[in-house]
Each structure stands twice: as structure tokens, then as C-alpha cells.
């Protein structure tokens, strides 16, 4: 793109929003632009461009089989982005409390949508048996909500975490009124692995 190695582009606010509402017109999610989001953008764009940088390498590696799994279960494309936040795009690596593999599932979500785990095998770190799992998990959390922004945020913080959630705010069903009432590790998602 031109710009040296130790360059970092900045770009404004208002380019940011920009390019979001380009994108809103084109999917399933709501892509609000406000301050949480840009603060993220930030993150990711400035603070840890070296994450960024390898994740977009190990990319190669998983992106067209999770498109083909998301196709197959005629689901958003934009889903594939959720396992670099989740894992970093690493099918090892194991959360503080328990969750492991690209899609991060704990043992109990593992078990429940098919993942074979014992002394000898743990099918959470499978990329094909995992995504294959995360699509049919994802399905069941967007026929709870009928919002895709609501299903990312059951996916991290749990059902039971967001209905209370929905509870609290007085019945609210999107994701940006319901925030302030989930757990503070979802309201500013940063995955330990790259905080």
C-alpha cells in the first residue's frame, strides 16, 4: 500500500465510520459506530498491529474452510472473524478458564454439539470438527435471539448471561442496549491471549 514498515496510517474518526456504514449496507450485522467500537479499531489497527499482522497470515490457513462450513449452513461470511478474536487463529490454545481450540469451547459445549474429548483426544482443537461444531452452535444462539449481533454476544458470554441481561435492561433485544448490563469481560471484549 506504499507506506514504509514503520509506518502506522492513522485515519479519522469520520473515515472509520465511514467505511463501517459501507459495510452495514453489505451485512447481517449491525455495525454501530461510536465510541467502544472506534476505541477498538484502534486497538487492533495501532496497538497490536504485530497480532493483526500474524492472525491475517494464519488466516490462509482456516478462511476458506470456514467460509465453505459457514456457506454450507447459509450463515454471515463475517462469522469466520470470530475465531481471531476467540483464539487468534491457534487450534491449541487453551482460555484461564478452560476453554480451548480455534472457536474456544469449554468441555460441557465441546460435549454438547459433538466434540469427542477423553485422555487420549480432544476434538476442540479439530479446525474441521471444531467449525463444524461453532456453525451449529451459532445457529441455535441466532434461533434464540433472531440477531446476529446477539448470538456473538451469547457466544461469549453465555445464554444464561445475556437473557439476564435482557432481563435487566427491560426486555431490550439488541446488543449495544443490553451491553451495560453483561459481564464487564464481554462489554470490552479483548481476548486474554492478546491483552
Same mark, same amino acid.
Given at each position: 500500500?506504499? @507506506?514504509?514498515?514503520? /509506518?502506522?496510517?492513522?485515519?479519522? /474518526?469520520?473515515? @472509520?465510520?465511514?467505511?463501517? $456504514? ?22 487492533? %489497527? ?13 488466516? $490462509?490457513? !482456516? #478462511?476458506?474452510? #470456514?467460509?465453505?462450513?459457514? %456457506? ?16 487468534? =487463529? ?6 484461564? $478458564?478452560?476453554?480451548?481450540?480455534? *472457536?474456544?469451547?469449554? !468441555?460441557?459445549?465441546?460435549?454438547? !454439539? ?5 485422555? @487420549? ?8 470438527l471444531a467449525t463444524e461444531a461453532a456453525c451449529r452452535y451459532?445457529?441455535?444462539? !441466532?434461533?434464540?435471539?433472531? /440477531? *446476529?449481533?446477539? $448470538? ?9 448471561n445475556v437473557n439476564k441481561a435482557i432481563r435487566r435492561s ?5 446488543? *449495544?442496549?443490553?451491553?451495560?448490563? =453483561? ?13
Open positions: 500500500l506504499g @507506506y514504509d514498515e514503520k /509506518d502506522v496510517p492513522q485515519f479519522s /474518526d469520520s473515515i @472509520y465510520c465511514m467505511r463501517l $456504514a459501507l459495510m452495514n449496507e453489505k451485512s447481517p450485522f449491525h455495525l454501530d459506530c461510536n465510541e467502544d467500537v472506534l476505541s477498538v479499531i484502534d486497538y487492533f %489497527a495501532r496497538k497490536r498491529r504485530r497480532f493483526t499482522a500474524v492472525t491475517m497470515g494464519r488466516s $490462509a490457513l !482456516y #478462511f476458506n474452510m #470456514f467460509e465453505e462450513k459457514l %456457506a454450507k449452513h447459509d450463515m454471515p461470511i463475517e462469522l469466520k472473524y470470530l475465531s481471531v478474536i476467540e483464539s487468534g =487463529l491457534r487450534p491449541q490454545i487453551k482460555s484461564r $478458564a478452560g476453554a480451548l481450540g480455534l *472457536w474456544q469451547f469449554m !468441555y460441557r459445549t465441546g460435549k454438547m !454439539y459433538g466434540l469427542e474429548q477423553n485422555s @487420549y483426544i480432544d476434538e476442540r482443537m479439530d479446525p474441521e451459532l445457529k441455535h444462539l !441466532y434461533s434464540m435471539y433472531g /440477531d *446476529w449481533n446477539m $448470538a456473538l454476544a451469547s457466544y461469549n458470554a453465555g445464554p444464561g427491560g426486555g431490550k433485544m439488541t446488543y *449495544w442496549e443490553i451491553r451495560p448490563y =453483561l459481564p464487564r469481560e464481554t462489554q470490552g471484549y479483548v481476548p486474554n491471549f492478546i491483552a
